[in-house]
């Protein structure tokens, strides 16, 4: 501990020196009278008397010198016997004690760390450091002459002694310093639950430049609540520049909270998908509050603290992450139809097929077929097929194109969405079940639905080939949220047969005979939509629509004088029985008879359409 005699000896030791030469200082003084030499004299030797006599005092009084303190504490006039008996009380005391390290926050007074003394291995020898003190703040550390000056200067000056290692105090600032140094915390503000906003106060941070230096002041304010018997419970560092341990202040970004509200309060929207850009849009909850609640809250809150303001909040149905992960996900229901007919109505069916693949319904949208598609003419590519006009099949441009929109109308009832607007045809098609089709005209009848659910539905139409026939299929990819499926059944109302006519004519032979136009069997259907958890239990049985199919008479034309009797080499079979084709609802687990699609058909084993004009629709096409 000797090198803890340090500035205060050296000046103890100057003083001495200082008092010594007073004694001499007698040949320096100009030559005067006899007078001027006797007061001179007198005077050295009354302060040399004092001087000798306050030396004799501080040694004799055996006591460590005036304003002597350590931790804080003030061991002058004890002796080395009571200094040792002080030192350990107050190391004992400060086992239990703790030490807390704070910093200003605006006004107020943030606890960041605290140690506890008890904790650090001092391993104080308390009788060795009373002799260390004795021997640097008494007469026990230097001569007679020594210690009248050390006691003089005592008298005057207040200084605190280290008189044990600093290292152990030191390595206990290190918790200190960790916490000192610190991040801005920005403000942020974002939705907790259904009626509270979660906003967290901005704070700066802490940047300490010079870490060794605070380490050493820091373990300082340690050593010295340690030897004093832990006091003081707490200090406070500053980020004063000039001050020692200071720490720079790293600001957080300015707040404006007028504006964060805004970003954060409106409307409910659900995400959505940005069918232009092909990107999804955010969803956004439907929040409320007031600006003079979230400023008065903030106020109140400390820096870096998370509070909680009252709000109303409607949360979206389809989150952002939600979309991401399902969007065109699954496969809602999927239709498939046999094409038959003439090479122009093949050529019709494909390329309306290829005109409504890929539309994209966003929830509550509606997609019209009849846009899609027209205009039915050579222009826009479609071919001559045979159609209706005025009850009569012709040959007519874009011929076929109602097969599309019927096998669109069949995927829909599948996929359990809304119907808009749908018109069966005149008469019953056979490459569809009754109750499935539904006509298309410019101008005229349209089909049109709406994406009744929360996510995207994107419509896939594929004309394909397969063992020498031609079909379409058209699938609705969204996103499945249950298990649930649909059976559609129809009841058959009633049915008008057909009636055969005998025309004679003048452009046939006497007796010969031709079909001049091919029959329907009329039929009235109502339709239901049967909904199934996946369980099989029957959830609802919602009525669809009715269907009214017309009935059209076989006509043969006679040539005249020939008899009248009908040819029995004409057959009288109905061409027109629906069912003979009903395509298929890939989707569909489970089809009854009732069910106008057939799931358990293959469309490569369906009979071949018969190759007569009774495969065309309303005009202009089927």
């Known amino acids: 501990m000797e090198e803890n005699l340090g500035a205060f000896e050296e000046k103890r030791n100057e ?3 200082t008092a010594e030469s007073a004694g001499k200082g007698g040949k320096h003084l100009a ?7 006797a007061i001179a004299g007198i005077a050295l030797g009354v302060l040399a008397a004092a001087y000798l006599g306050l030396c004799a005092y501080a040694t004799l009084s055996g006591t460590i010198y005036p304003n002597t303190t350590v931790g804080g504490v003030d061991y002058g006039g004890m002796t080395e016997e009571q200094a040792a008996a002080e030192l350990t009380r107050r190391v004992i005391d400060a086992q239990s004690a703790r030490l807390d390290f704070a910093v200003m926050e605006g006004v107020s007074c943030e606890v960041i760390a605290g140690v506890a003394l008890g904790d650090i291995p001092a391993d104080i020898d308390c009788r060795k450091a009373a002799d260390t003190l004795a021997r640097v703040c008494s007469a026990k550390g230097g001569g007679f002459f020594k210690s009248g000056a050390g006691f003089l200067f005592s008298l005057f000056t207040e200084h605190e002694e280290s008189i044990v290692s600093e290292e152990p105090f030191c390595a206990a600032a290190e918790p200190v310093l960790d916490a000192l140094e610190c991040e801005p915390v920005e403000f942020a503000i974002a939705l907790t639950t259904e009626n509270e906003v979660s906003v967290t106060k901005s704070r ?9 230096q605070a380490r050493r002041v820091i373990g300082d304010a340690l050593r010295g609540a340690y030897l004093g018997g832990g006091c003081p419970l707490q200090v406070t560092l500053y980020g004063d520049p000039d001050a020692e341990a200071s720490y720079e202040t790293v600001p957080a970004q300015a707040v404006d909270l007028a504006k964060e509200r805004e970003k954060l309060v409106g409307e409910k929207v659900n995400a959505s998908y940005d069918i232009e850009n092909e990107k999804i849009i955010p969803s956004h909850a439907g929040v409320s509050f007031t600006l003079a609640d979230l400023q008065s809250a903030y106020d109140a809150a400390a820096p870096g ?20 992960a399902g969007l065109f996900r699954d496969e809602l229901s999927s239709y498939t139809t046999r094409v038959g007919g003439a090479p122009g109505r093949h050529k019709n069916v494909k390329l309306t097929a290829e005109r409504i693949t890929g539309y994209i319904l966003n929830a509550g949208d509606t997609m019209k077929y009849g846009p899609l598609v027209t205009p039915f003419t050579a222009e826009n590519g479609y071919s001559p097929a045979p159609g209706y006009l005025n009850g009569k099949t012709v040959d007519m441009i874009g011929g076929g194109a109602c097969q599309a929109s019927s096998t669109l109308y069949a995927a829909v009832l599948y996929a359990n969405l809304e119907i808009v607007q749908r018109v069966n045809h005149g008469y019953a098609s056979d490459y569809i079940g009754l109750g499935l089709d539904a006509t298309v005209a410019s101008g005229g009848p349209e089909f049109e639905f709406r994406n009744n659910t929360l996510y995207p539905i994107k419509v896939q139409a594929d004309f394909f080939t397969k063992d020498k026939k031609d079909y379409i299929k058209i699938t609705l990819l969204g996103t499945k949220t249950d298990d649930h499926y649909v059976k559609i059944v129809t009841e058959l109302i009633s049915t008008t047969p057909y009636e055969e006519e005998l025309v004679e ?7 010969e005979q031709k079909v001049e136009q091919t029959p329907y069997t009329g039929y009235v259907v109502k339709t239901y939509r049967n909904v ?10 919602t009525y669809e629509a009715t269907s009214r199919y017309k009935s059209r008479n076989r006509i043969i034309l006679v040539g005249k004088a020939a008899d009248p009797m009908v040819d029995p080499n004409v057959p009288a079979m109905d061409p027109t029985v629906p069912g003979s084709d009903p395509g ?10 009732t069910d106008p699609g057939v799931p358990d058909v293959d469309p490569t084993q369906t009979p071949a359409i018969p190759e007569t004009p009774q495969t065309s629709e309303t005009a202009p096409a089927a």
């Open 15 to 17: 003083a001495a020196e």
């Open 31 to 37: 030559k005067g009278g006899k007078r001027g030499w």
């Open 204 to 212: 700066d941070g802490r940047h300490i430049p010079d870490r060794e």
């Open 305 to 324: 603290e998370t509070f909680t303001v009252r709000a109303t909040v409607e949360l979206p149905e389809v989150t952002t992450e939600q979309l991401e």
């Open 505 to 511: 004519t003048d452009t046939l032979a006497p007796g």
């Open 532 to 541: 199934y958890a996946g369980d099989g239990t029957l959830l609802s049985s």
């Open 584 to 593: 298929v609802p890939t989707t569909d687990p489970g089809a009854t008879m």
